[in-house]
């Protein structure tokens, strides 16, 4: 199958062919010739699988095809990060290369000048994030009421992130008759399914992979680490190869500053991006990891989420995500078109009942493997269910053992109640819980 099998024009087949690709992606072979007939869409594919391209190649062609005589937006673009914003937009000049079609991009956390002048230039499309573009409605700076597309981008994310009332008064102001409305999403909830019935007609939907599955070329690690000794054990594991360019996760914005300082101070180049950092720094920060100025980079979920690295060899979960699907969308960027990836995970007594959470919800085995010197002083007890097979350990074997505390072991879920680890409970005062996860952020 080829782009122009699909429908597109010449000049999107034209910049597609410098951009070297040549195939579409399964997703984009099934939502394209969907959205060009104007269809409401639900799509739904995993992380690094062509999405922007998806619904961006038909857009474009939906809005070159006329001219705008009334300088209002005909197409909004929601994002929920800055970063995001930038790079849907960045990606859509790439493909519109050889079309007319004004766009700006519309967030939080820089001054309103730019984006000022340039809707009153006036753009046929706007990239925005919720929070932004609802001071420019309140302000009256932005006029919705032409928008014929509307695409949510990474919408499952956006409701994690609270936006579904911002949302809700972005959709109060757009026109309901004849808009073509494109919800993508890595994965499917139930918030998400009651958005679409709500706000849109009779979409179809596209599904290409299976959700909360990551690519088979990825080799999942984990290593048993004591917590205060899991920062010495990346830097091992960062000397060990100093040069693979490798994304950290870590869990809260602090814990990303802090990590990334000392590495810094071990003489490991790094930057952290967070929802703290200015835009400006984030940019920075994500540009010197791309362009391999910075080897690591340490970030946050929501920081990181949905930020575009081509084959990106190593993540390190410095932290594991207090929500298992974030995994997924972590390790989503390596791996990507075939190449090979490695995710290892540090994890203490404490996150023992995470890694569960997610070895369940991957329905994979994961390799367990102790790294030489860094052996927990006392074993990690995985609750009923071991979370993975125990790999040769580097140093001698150590399968992971199994605690009999808990014999109950029909129902897992119980088994990893709120003791399941009461001896290591001391340290977690300060890392957050589950509400450090979902709280709240305003993209400004
Ligand atoms: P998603 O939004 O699903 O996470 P992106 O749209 O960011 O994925 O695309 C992921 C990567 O794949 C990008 O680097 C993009 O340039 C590349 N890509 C997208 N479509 C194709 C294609 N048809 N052929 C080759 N590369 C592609
Ligand atoms: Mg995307």
């Not at 493909?95 to 006036?122: D, E, F, H």
């Not at 959700?211 to 054990?233: F, M, Q, S, W």
């Not at 594991?237 to 814990?255: C, E, I, P, S, Y």
């Not at 052996?375 to 399968?399: C, D, F, H, L, M």
Request: charged fraction near 25%.
């Amino acid at each position: 199958m080829s782009f122009e099998s699909l429908g597109l024009s010449p000049n999107l087949l034209r910049a597609l062919n410098e951009q070297g690709f040549q195939t579409p992606t399964p997703i984009q072979q099934q939502a394209i010739p969907l959205v060009l007939a104007g269809h409401d869409l639900l799509a739904g594919a995993q992380t690094g699988t062509g999405k922007t391209a998806a619904f961006g190649l038909p857009l474009l062609q939906h809005l070159a095809a006329r001219a705008n005589p009334t300088r209002k937006p005909r197409a909004l673009v929601l994002t929920p990060t800055r970063e995001l914003a930038v790079q849907v937009h960045d990606n859509l000049r790439d493909y519109g290369k050889y079309l007319r079609v004004p766009s700006t991009t519309i967030y939080g956390g820089v001054g309103m000048g730019n984006q000022l002048t340039a809707l009153r230039r006036g753009v046929d499309l706007l990239i925005a994030c919720p929070g932004r573009l609802l001071d420019h409605i309140e302000r009256g700076s932005v006029d919705l009421s032409g928008i014929e597309v509307l695409v949510l981008d990474e919408a499952d994310r956006m409701l994690d992130m609270g936006f579904l009332p911002s949302i809700k008064r972005i959709l109060a102001r757009l026109p309901k008759q004849n808009r073509q409305t494109l919800l993508f999403s890595a994965t499917f909830a139930e918030p998400i399914k009651q958005l679409a019935l709500e706000f849109m007609r009779e979409p179809q939907q596209v599904q290409v992979t299976p959700k909360n599955t990551v690519a088979g070329t990825i080799a999942h690690r984990v290593h048993p680490v004591d917590a205060e000794r899991k920062r010495e054990l990346l830097l091992h594991l960062l000397a060990r190869d100093a040069r693979v360019q490798t994304l950290v996760f870590a869990r809260t914005k602090h814990g990303s500053d802090k990590l990334a300082r000392q590495l810094e101070n071990a003489g490991v180049r790094a930057a952290a991006i967070h929802g703290n950092k200015s835009q400006g720094q984030r940019q920075r920060a994500l540009a010197d990891f791309k362009s391999g100025r910075v080897p690591v980079l340490v970030a946050t979920d929501i920081a990181a989420r949905g930020i575009d690295i081509d084959q990106l060899p190593r993540v390190i979960n410095y932290d594991l995500p207090m929500v298992a699907e974030d995994y997924v969308h972590r390790i989503g960027r390596t791996g990507r078109n075939g190449a090979q990836g490695e995710a290892i995970s540090l994890v203490t007594q404490d996150e023992a009942k995470l890694l569960r959470q997610i070895v369940r919800l991957l329905g994979q085995d994961m390799d367990i493997r102790d790294v030489d010197g860094f052996v927990p002083k006392t074993p990690i007890r995985w609750g009923n269910s071991a979370p993975g097979k125990a790999g040769a350990s580097e140093g001698g074997q150590r399968p992971p053992r199994k605690h009999t505390r808990r014999p109950h072991g029909e129902n897992s879920r119980q088994a990893q109640g709120a003791h399941a680890h009461a001896g290591a409970g001391a340290r977690k005062s300060n890392e957050g819980q589950a509400p450090q996860q979902r709280r709240r952020r305003r993209s400004r």
